[in-house]
Protein backbone atom coordinates (compact mmCIF):
# COMPACT_ATOMS: atom_id res chain seq x y z
CA UNK A 1 0.00 0.00 0.00
CA UNK A 2 1.46 3.56 -0.68
CA UNK A 3 2.26 6.31 2.13
CA UNK A 4 0.84 9.53 2.84
CA UNK A 5 4.37 9.98 4.65
CA UNK A 6 6.20 8.95 1.89
CA UNK A 7 7.02 12.26 -0.16
CA UNK A 8 6.51 10.13 -3.89
CA UNK A 9 2.99 8.67 -2.41
CA UNK A 10 1.53 11.53 -0.78
CA UNK A 11 2.13 13.35 -3.87
CA UNK A 12 0.39 11.18 -5.98
CA UNK A 13 -2.62 11.71 -3.76
CA UNK A 14 -2.17 15.44 -4.29
CA UNK A 15 -1.99 14.91 -8.18
CA UNK A 16 -5.42 13.10 -7.92
CA UNK A 17 -7.23 15.44 -6.11
CA UNK A 18 -5.91 18.39 -8.60
CA UNK A 19 -7.63 16.32 -11.03
CA UNK A 20 -11.07 17.24 -9.18
CA UNK A 21 -12.98 19.56 -10.95
CA UNK A 22 -16.41 21.57 -9.34
CA UNK A 23 -18.70 19.48 -11.81
CA UNK A 24 -16.89 16.19 -11.30
CA UNK A 25 -19.20 13.90 -10.61
CA UNK A 26 -19.50 10.99 -8.08
CA UNK A 27 -20.14 7.47 -9.23
CA UNK A 28 -21.75 6.75 -6.06
CA UNK A 29 -22.92 8.51 -2.70
CA UNK A 30 -24.68 12.05 -2.07
CA UNK A 31 -21.46 13.96 -1.52
CA UNK A 32 -20.43 17.03 -4.01
CA UNK A 33 -16.97 16.90 -4.85
CA UNK A 34 -16.48 20.15 -2.83
CA UNK A 35 -18.29 18.38 0.10
CA UNK A 36 -16.37 15.48 -0.06
CA UNK A 37 -13.27 16.91 0.13
CA UNK A 38 -14.43 18.86 3.17
CA UNK A 39 -15.17 15.47 4.45
CA UNK A 40 -11.97 14.03 3.48
CA UNK A 41 -10.08 16.74 5.84
CA UNK A 42 -12.32 15.89 8.79
CA UNK A 43 -10.23 12.23 9.43
CA UNK A 44 -6.74 14.30 8.64
CA UNK A 45 -7.86 16.85 11.59
CA UNK A 46 -8.62 14.05 13.87
CA UNK A 47 -4.83 12.67 13.91
CA UNK A 48 -3.33 16.41 13.81
CA UNK A 49 -5.68 16.97 17.28
CA UNK A 50 -7.38 19.60 15.34
CA UNK A 51 -10.61 17.94 15.07
CA UNK A 52 -12.34 16.07 18.53
CA UNK A 53 -15.18 12.80 17.96
CA UNK A 54 -16.85 11.31 20.40
CA UNK A 55 -17.32 7.35 20.68
CA UNK A 56 -20.01 5.78 22.56
CA UNK A 57 -18.31 3.42 24.66
CA UNK A 58 -20.76 0.09 23.71
CA UNK A 59 -19.97 1.07 20.32
CA UNK A 60 -15.94 0.82 20.77
CA UNK A 61 -16.55 -2.28 22.53
CA UNK A 62 -18.79 -3.91 19.88
CA UNK A 63 -17.39 -2.40 17.14
CA UNK A 64 -14.11 -0.80 17.36
CA UNK A 65 -11.78 -3.95 16.76
CA UNK A 66 -12.79 -4.71 13.45
CA UNK A 67 -13.69 -1.41 12.48
CA UNK A 68 -10.00 -0.87 13.20
CA UNK A 69 -9.21 -4.15 11.30
CA UNK A 70 -11.07 -2.60 8.10
CA UNK A 71 -10.04 0.58 8.27
CA UNK A 72 -6.37 -0.56 8.30
CA UNK A 73 -6.04 -3.41 6.47
CA UNK A 74 -5.29 -4.32 2.78
CA UNK A 75 -8.65 -4.62 1.53
CA UNK A 76 -10.45 -1.14 -0.45
CA UNK A 77 -13.30 0.33 1.04
CA UNK A 78 -16.92 -0.84 -0.43
CA UNK A 79 -19.64 1.70 -1.07
CA UNK A 80 -21.90 2.65 0.84
CA UNK A 81 -19.64 2.54 4.30
CA UNK A 82 -21.48 4.40 7.00
CA UNK A 83 -20.27 8.09 8.02
CA UNK A 84 -19.45 9.36 11.59
CA UNK A 85 -21.80 12.61 12.25
CA UNK A 86 -19.00 14.91 12.97
CA UNK A 87 -17.87 13.93 9.28
CA UNK A 88 -21.09 14.68 7.40
CA UNK A 89 -21.01 17.44 5.60
CA UNK A 90 -24.79 19.25 5.22
CA UNK A 91 -23.20 22.67 4.19
CA UNK A 92 -21.69 23.41 0.45
CA UNK A 93 -18.20 24.37 1.19
CA UNK A 94 -16.21 26.80 -1.50
CA UNK A 95 -14.57 24.22 -4.08
CA UNK A 96 -11.74 26.32 -3.83
CA UNK A 97 -11.09 26.27 -0.51
CA UNK A 98 -11.94 22.88 0.14
CA UNK A 99 -9.54 21.59 -2.68
CA UNK A 100 -6.89 23.93 -0.76
CA UNK A 101 -7.27 22.58 2.65
CA UNK A 102 -7.43 19.07 2.18
CA UNK A 103 -4.18 19.09 0.16
CA UNK A 104 -2.45 21.08 2.95
CA UNK A 105 -3.51 18.60 5.30
CA UNK A 106 -2.80 15.70 3.19
CA UNK A 107 0.97 17.33 2.53
CA UNK A 108 1.79 17.85 6.11
CA UNK A 109 1.72 13.91 6.60
CA UNK A 110 4.91 13.73 4.84
CA UNK A 111 6.26 17.31 5.48
CA UNK A 112 6.16 16.69 9.38
CA UNK A 113 6.14 13.31 9.64
CA UNK A 114 5.65 11.12 13.00
CA UNK A 115 5.40 14.27 14.51
CA UNK A 116 2.52 16.24 12.83
CA UNK A 117 0.30 12.94 14.48
CA UNK A 118 -0.87 14.03 17.42
CA UNK A 119 -3.53 11.79 18.07
CA UNK A 120 -2.76 7.68 18.12
CA UNK A 121 -5.45 7.04 20.51
CA UNK A 122 -8.43 6.54 18.17
CA UNK A 123 -11.77 7.36 19.79
CA UNK A 124 -13.21 3.87 18.08
CA UNK A 125 -10.15 2.00 16.62
CA UNK A 126 -8.26 2.50 20.17
CA UNK A 127 -4.46 3.02 20.12
CA UNK A 128 -3.18 2.81 16.71
CA UNK A 129 0.56 2.72 15.13
CA UNK A 130 1.85 5.13 12.48
CA UNK A 131 1.75 3.01 10.18
CA UNK A 132 -2.00 1.63 10.71
CA UNK A 133 -3.02 5.50 11.00
CA UNK A 134 -1.20 5.94 7.74
CA UNK A 135 -3.24 3.29 6.28
CA UNK A 136 -6.30 4.04 7.43
CA UNK A 137 -6.04 7.69 6.09
CA UNK A 138 -4.38 6.17 2.42
CA UNK A 139 -7.42 4.22 1.79
CA UNK A 140 -10.25 7.06 3.21
CA UNK A 141 -8.44 9.24 0.46
CA UNK A 142 -8.36 6.86 -2.29
CA UNK A 143 -11.87 5.60 -1.63
CA UNK A 144 -13.13 8.81 -1.78
CA UNK A 145 -10.72 9.77 -5.25
CA UNK A 146 -12.17 6.72 -6.55
CA UNK A 147 -15.70 7.44 -5.61
CA UNK A 148 -14.86 11.02 -8.28
CA UNK A 149 -13.53 8.87 -10.72
CA UNK A 150 -9.43 10.01 -9.72
Known amino acids: MES ?8 KIVERIDKLTPIKLSEWGVMTVAQMMEHCQ ?44 EFMIKYHPDFDEAKKGLKELVTKFSREGHSGIKVTSHPLFGTM ?20 GV
Request: net charge positive; glycine share 6%.
Open 4 to 11: LFDPQGNQ
Open 42 to 85: MPLKVVYGTKEIKVNWLTKLLFGHSAKKMFTGEKKFSKGMPTAK
Open 129 to 148: TYEEIDHAQWKHLDHHLRQF
